[in-house]
């Protein structure tokens, strides 16, 4: 899910499912939840946010773990970005959501 930031930079979420090594991962073991911005229209990115825990600590242990979801402007102007946590293992489903200051 992409998003344009009010300086014209491009915001991009999506999860990390398989591959461990096309970012460098803090815990390559570990699936995540991607956040990239390009201040070239695309043609670069970079990594602004890796989530690889729930808030409560526990690591996403495969790929359902952090959904791709969608971004949500606030009026105080930050950015909500929800996305859905599917854990089969821990029989738990649900939403979460981060919010990202635009500063």
Request: proline share 7%; with cysteine; net charge negative.
């Amino acid at each position: 899910m992409g998003y344009v930031l009010p300086d014209g930079s491009l915001l991009y979420a999506c999860r990390v499912p398989y591959s461990r090594t096309l970012l460098n991962l803090p815990e390559p073991e570990l699936f995540s939840l991607h956040l990239a911005r390009s201040c070239d229209e695309g043609l670069s990115w970079q990594t602004e946010l890796l989530v690889q825990h729930d808030p409560t600590g526990k690591p996403f242990t495969n790929h359902y773990n952090a959904m791709n979801g969608q971004f949500m402007p606030l009026e105080d102007g930050t950015l909500l970005y929800m996305f859905g946590q599917f854990d089969v293992a821990a029989k738990m489903y649900r939403v979460l959501a981060l919010e990202l200051s635009l500063s």
